[in-house]
């Protein structure tokens, strides 16, 4: 985490979501945007979460990622009392593969939008990069950053070789 105000704030259910959610942060890492990670809990710490999201715009962020798992409130209930931005990681269940955090998230009732993404780490660290785009949005040396990083991964492919 960089010591420059956080401008993405990215939280979780609980620890055990860290090792999917830390895709979102390490994407932030390698683009240098600078973002906070925390656990804010729907059902655990009801009123730390309202808390986070009233503070989260006049603290200076600009999107949030919210990942969780199961009956996945997090994303929804933070979109709920904040207008930023809020993209949402169905974090992998154990009982049932994540597919109850994907409908959780994605299911958002008309008027309150979650931006949902793939189950898990993928989607986590799509997350990343699609915070990454907002921002870069009035942000030139970060939107060059991005056309470099795809220009990586279209690299990346052409120079697949087959056995
Ligand atoms: C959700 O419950 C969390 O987002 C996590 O994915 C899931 C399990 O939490 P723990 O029992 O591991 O704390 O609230």
């Known amino acids: 985490m960089s010591e420059q105000k956080p ?15 830390k895709a979102a942060a390490a994407m932030l890492d390698d683009f240098g945007v600078p973002y906070e990670a925390r656990v804010v809990s729907a059902h655990r710490t009801p009123d730390l979460m309202f808390e ?10 600009k999107a949030i990622i919210a990942g969780a798992g199961g009956a996945a409130h997090l994303p929804g209930m933070v979109a709920a009392k904040t207008t930023l931005p809020v993209l949402g990681v169905p974090v992998q269940s154990r009982a049932l593969s994540g597919q109850d955090s994907l409908l959780s998230i994605v ?8 931006a949902t993404f793939a189950i898990g780490e993928a989607g986590a660290a799509n997350a990343g990069l699609f915070a990454v785009a907002l921002l870069a949005n009035d942000d030139a040396a970060l939107a060059d950053k991005l056309l470099a990083f795809r ?13």
């Open 52 to 61: 986070y999201a009233e503070q989260a715009r006049e603290r200076g962020l």
């Open 151 to 163: 220009a990586r991964q279209t690299q990346a492919v052409l120079d697949m070789k087959l056995d």
């Open 107 to 114: 299911q958002m009732p008309k008027g309150i939008p979650v």
């Open 7 to 21: 401008v993405v704030g990215i939280i979780m259910g609980s620890n055990s979501d860290w090792p999917t959610m």
